[in-house]
């Protein structure tokens, strides 16, 4: 059991980094976008020098009139050098690619080239300051200049609390039309769960929402609003009704999903031997059903629950985007549309589903052996 | 102990019957006949399968068949029309009218019955046609606001100062005259005891510039208002001699205006201190009004504050009511009916001349008819008070492009006269329409057909699912079973290459596609194939360990057969109907993700052309359609939704039920069975 986990966990653990470098050189490699304005333009290449994912080099007009501020005269280079140095640049296609100037901002006359390092030596400098600094980066469009993780972080708790309550919604319900469609199986009752399972198996949860919202905002004058309300402007109920279409909207396909998933292992369970044994022992029919099938049906289910997790998770994309909820999402769609990709953000996000992903896989796995001892783990074939 | 038996000991048996194969006494079947045999048992599962076979035939013909105009232009004319299905609107659904809700009644249009009789109710003037307007659905209530606008009416309104800050002022739009003995009437709701009210008086006689800088040193303090002394009566102020008596004019023409300060004590901590006002009025010395400013009228007073940085806040309306109506808006006839235009004389000499026959249908609204004519009950019909003649053929049609003239006008310039016919223009014709179509989903943002448009997206995603399904299928073959055949070290690392290359989050798939190809086409096509495989090649892999065992890959092996003979003559045949069905089933969830991806804008765009070899096809996704649709929702706009989201329903139902079919018919293990 032990080497089994520790396996599970290196094995997590390779597949993490590597998809993360995948990542990071891929994007990384692309054409970079800082931000449009040049002031903060200047500031996020500066940083990114000090980070050491960039070089820069000065230039100016008159190098030994400055000194003091940027080091020694030295560091300073010609105009003749500067137009040389674009030019080269211009050459190759890399100007606002991989090479960017900056003309003096301000009182300043400094001329400025910033250059972007290699792709390994950018890795390897990444990989240091994650793991030292837990740095990421900083964002060149939705919150210029502010820390790219600190901006998903932020939005994590919204996107997990709708994740949970949806968890919450779904599986008393789900057990509970699992448990009677296999009870009352073919009846009239088990007819009219298998019609909604077939409708929301077959209904896109986008659809499914925008409906919900035609329903409830449109149809009932405004019932519930429209778009997800912005903490802080609403109160407190108005608030918490922005949660009700959401939650409604990821809710009833997953309970469409497991319904159908505990019907059918129930099924199968309540026509197992050991059902019949435990009735033959002199069990009452609803004794066996509790104590024997309903337990032994719960087994699989358990992994199931705990899968949808990340299933429930990355279906909040859809979500968050179509009704304006403020969470890892729809920062990470905002980062990614309109062109100039904000790169450090995706970075961040990336990492943040690819640790919930897999650890919810690691945990379903770990669970399957918990529960049920008859999954002997890290045995050899 | 051995026994010896004699040859005589044995007789041949059926020495003269030769051995045969006795016939089947049962129907022989082929596999494919067995299978579709069990696939029509299932008289649903056929009936789905004709579904799906009649949507993928749609998706295919409608594009063709429709005019391009009618799907690939923006058509301005024909914006956001509701559906109208022929037959089907004899029953009143889906006849081309729309439901409008809080529309900002008309109060002109309460009192006026000309149109329809004495409803007493009021409609919308702006944009509305009265003679198109279901009065059997109209219906009239009141809705409870903040805008500023005459339309609402009543309410209060409320003077917030904000956090950080001390104090804000309104004061009245208008100057008023004011005489002698006059007095102000406030009547205050309700006021937090933390500031008070201060009405300032300033002349503006004296200081016509009045709004400036200085306005404060010139205006003079008449009260402050506290709140205890908020009651239920106004409060009244009486205008001071020693205050108004000017010496530079007479009292009787002299004009001003108030301010009105909320003071607070200390700057505002949450921004929540206010004065609710509901009335001020000024009376003269005989009670009588000045006037009186509520509602609207005090919502329209002006803001002010001499320093923005201790002064600020906000005048906000309350409780108004606004009267809406909701009715039921024939749209198409609204659109389609013969409008007012003016054209010049060669403009409607070439129409005539166009549509020669025009010139028999006309008939004269100026001459006396009398009843007995034939052409009477045209004239009745059709002759408005001023027109001059109309357009009818034999039949009482109007198919005319114009169908009457209202006036002439003549205008002489440099010794020239031009005229200039006042026409009724006939709606169609000026839209290129000769009888009132039928667009049975509808129009979108855009006046483009719904219809075709939703035929066109399922096209893409269905085009999209065929493709992306033949890469995964060929590559997951080729994977899976070269894995599964060789087996020990090589399947174990291409096992785990595919378990990393899998888990792989889809997020940062989808970002890194978006860099490097951009959205379209080929970014969802790579999208569903760069993992897709991964299934099928899982599949594969199991199927191939099922087979490769088996005593006839044995045999070939014996006679020769190299690996890829083995694999793709021996094995892959009999697990290819295993795979194939997967995959079928599979394109359901293809469509789905199409769907929302192209939502989410990394799809197709709305125009954009598909480019595959030598084709180019117009492409649009049900992605977009319901992206376009989403912000019609609020508008009651329902339709760019409900259609699209039922196609799409019912192409999810019906394939997942030919799927199962399909695997059920093709599943060698049920061979035969009832």
Redesign the interface.
């Known amino acids: 059991m032990r080497n089994y986990i520790i396996q599970r966990v290196i094995w997590i653990f390779?597949?993490l980094i590597?998809?993360l470098t995948?990542?990071f050189v891929?994007?990384k490699s692309?054409p970079e976008f800082p931000p449009a304005k040049t002031e903060e333009k200047d500031t996020w290449l500066t940083r990114q020098v000090q980070d050491g994912y960039y070089t820069v080099e000065y230039y100016s007009e008159n190098p030994e009139g400055i000194d003091g501020v940027l080091g020694t005269e030295d560091d300073l280079g010609t105009m003749e050098e500067y137009a040389a140095v674009l030019n080269e640049a211009t050459e190759k296609d890399a100007i606002n690619e991989t090479v960017f100037y900056i003309s003096p901002i301000g009182d300043s006359t400094v001329y400025k080239i910033f250059t972007r390092k290699p792709i390994i030596q950018q890795y390897f400098t990444w990989l240091e300051q994650v793991v030292l600094h837990w740095n990421w980066g900083t964002s060149t469009k939705i919150r210029v200049n502010q820390p790219a993780f600190g901006l998903i972080s932020e939005k994590m708790p919204l996107t997990l609390q709708i994740n949970i309550f949806v968890l919450l919604f779904y599986i008393p319900f789900g057990f509970l039309f699992g448990i009677i469609s296999a009870l009352k199986k073919d009846s009239f009752l088990d007819n009219m769960i298998q019609i909604f399972i077939?409708?929301f198996?077959?209904?896109?949860a986008?659809?499914f929402i925008?409906?919900l919202?035609?329903l409830f905002?449109?149809t009932m004058?405004n019932f519930l609003p429209?778009l997800f309300p912005l903490k802080g402007i609403e109160t407190g109920w108005d608030y918490a009704k922005g949660f009700v279409i959401p939650v409604l909207a990821a809710g009833l396909p997953a309970i469409a999903g497991f319904t159908r998933m505990l019907r059918a292992e129930l099924s199968e369970v309540l026509t197992s031997e050991f059902v019949l044994l435990a009735k033959t022992k002199g069990l009452s029919h609803q004794q066996a059903v509790v104590r024997h099938a309903i337990r032994n049906s719960l087994v699989p289910m358990i992994p199931i629950i705990i899968g949808s997790f990340a299933g429930l998770l990355?279906g909040s994309?859809?979500l968050e985007?179509?009704y304006a909820i403020p969470g890892v999402g729809r920062v990470?769609?905002q980062a990614?549309?309109g062109g100039n990709?904000d790169y450090n953000v995706?970075m961040s996000?990336?990492a943040f589903?690819?640790v919930i992903?897999?650890f919810t896989?690691l945990i379903v796995d770990l669970s399957y052996g918990i529960i049920d001892p008859r999954i002997r783990m890290g045995a050899k074939k | 102990m051995e026994k010896n038996y004699s040859k005589d000991y044995f007789t041949l048996v059926k020495d003269e019957e030769r051995l045969q194969d006795k016939p089947l006494k049962t129907k022989q079947l082929t596999y494919f006949q067995d299978a579709m045999l069990r696939f029509g048992k299932n008289r649903y599962n056929v009936i789905a399968s004709i579904i799906l076979g009649l949507f993928i035939l749609l998706s295919i013909v409608v594009p063709m068949i429709t005019p391009k105009d009618l799907y690939d232009k923006t058509n301005s004319a024909l914006i956001l029309l509701p559906p109208r299905v022929p037959l089907v609107e004899q029953l009143g659904i889906l006849d081309g009218t729309k439901y409008y809700?809080n529309q900002t009644v008309d109060p002109t249009t309460i009192e006026d019955d000309s149109v329809d009789g004495s409803t007493e109710l009021g409609y919308p003037s702006l944009g509305f046609d009265p003679e198109f307007i279901d009065f059997d659905t109209l219906e009239n209530y009141e809705i409870t606001g903040s805008t500023v606008s005459p339309y609402f009416v009543g309410g209060t309104n409320e003077l917030f100062v904000m956090v950080n800050k001390t104090a804000y002022s309104i004061y009245d739009s208008e100057a008023f005259v004011y005489g002698e003995g006059d007095y102000l009437l406030i009547d205050i709701v309700e006021m937090d005891a933390t500031g008070v009210l201060e009405v300032y008086f300033l002349d503006t006689n004296e200081y016509p510039d009045y709004i400036n800088d200085t306005s404060w040193e010139y205006a003079t303090l008449l009260d402050t208002i506290t709140s205890s002394n908020v009651t239920d009566e106004p409060y009244r102020i009486d205008l001071d001699n020693t205050v108004f008596y000017d010496e530079n004019s007479n009292w009787s023409y002299d004009s001003g205006i108030f301010f009105y300060r909320y003071v607070l004590d200390n700057p505002s901590e949450i921004g929540a201190d206010s004065v609710e006002l509901e009335s001020i009025g000024l009376y003269d010395i005989n009670d009588q009004e000045r006037y009186y400013d509520w509602g609207y009228d005090l919502a329209t007073y002006k803001l002010y504050s001499t320093d923005p940085d201790t002064e600020n806040g906000v005048f906000i309306r309350q409780d108004a009511i606004m009267m809406a109506a909701s009715f039921e808006y024939n749209v198409y006839d609204a659109l389609f009916s013969d409008s007012l235009a003016i054209y010049g004389k060669t403009e409607y000499d070439e129409v005539i001349e166009q549509n020669p026959e025009m010139l028999d249908a006309i008939i004269d609204c100026q001459v006396e008819w009398a009843e007995t004519d034939d052409e009477y009950q045209y004239v009745e019909q059709y002759c408005g008070e001023n027109t001059l003649w109309i357009f009818v053929d034999e039949d009482g049609g109007q198919d005319f492009p114009i169908t009457g003239v209202e006036s002439i006008e003549t205008k002489t310039i440099l010794g020239r006269t031009y005229y200039n016919y006042k026409v009724y223009e006939n709606g169609r014709y000026s839209l290129g329409f000769e009888t009132i179509p039928y667009f049975v989903f509808g129009t979108d943002v855009f006046g483009k057909d719904l219809f075709t448009l939703i035929w066109l997206g399922l096209r893409t995603s269905l085009m999209l699912g065929f493709f992306a399904s033949i890469t995964n299928i060929f590559f997951g073959i080729i994977w899976g079973s070269i894995s599964a055949y060789y087996g020990g070290q090589t399947d174990m690392l291409m096992e785990r290459f595919t378990?990393?290359w899998g888990?792989?989050?889809?997020?940062?798939m989808?970002?890194?596609i978006?860099?490097?190809v951009g959205p379209g086409f080929w970014a969802l096509y790579i999208f569903l194939v760069y993992d897709g495989w991964i299934g099928v090649s899982r599949i594969t892999r199991m199927q191939f360990y099922r087979f490769k065992g088996r005593e006839y890959v044995l045999a070939a092996r014996t006679l020769g057969a190299g690996d890829r003979r083995i694999i793709f003559k021996h094995i892959l045949p009999n697990a290819l109907g295993t795979i194939v069905t997967r995959v079928i089933l599979s394109i359901?969830a293809v469509i789905?993700l199409e769907?929302?991806l192209s939502?989410?804008?990394f799809g197709i765009g709305n125009g954009q052309t598909l480019e595959i070899g030598p084709l180019s096809l117009t492409g649009t996704s049900i992605?977009v359609i319901?992206n376009d649709?989403?912000q019609q929702?609020?508008a009651?706009n329902?339709w760019m939704?409900?259609f699209?989201?039922l196609i799409?329903?019912i192409l999810?139902?019906t394939f997942?039920m030919f799927g199962n079919a399909l695997r059920d018919a093709l599943n060698p293990q049920l061979r035969g069975s009832e």
């Open positions: 390779i597949i590597s998809s995948i990542t891929l994007l692309a077939m409708f198996m077959s209904l896109p986008l659809v925008l409906l919202i035609i905002s449109y004058d429209s990355s994309f859809i985007s179509v990470t769609l990614l549309n990709y995706l996000s990336s589903y690819s992903g897999l896989v | 809700k378990d990393i888990s792989f989050p889809q997020i940062t989808i970002s890194i978006s860099v490097y359901p789905f769907v929302n939502f989410l804008g992605g319901l649709g989403q929702i609020l009651g329902t939704i409900i699209p989201t799409v329903s999810m139902i997942n």
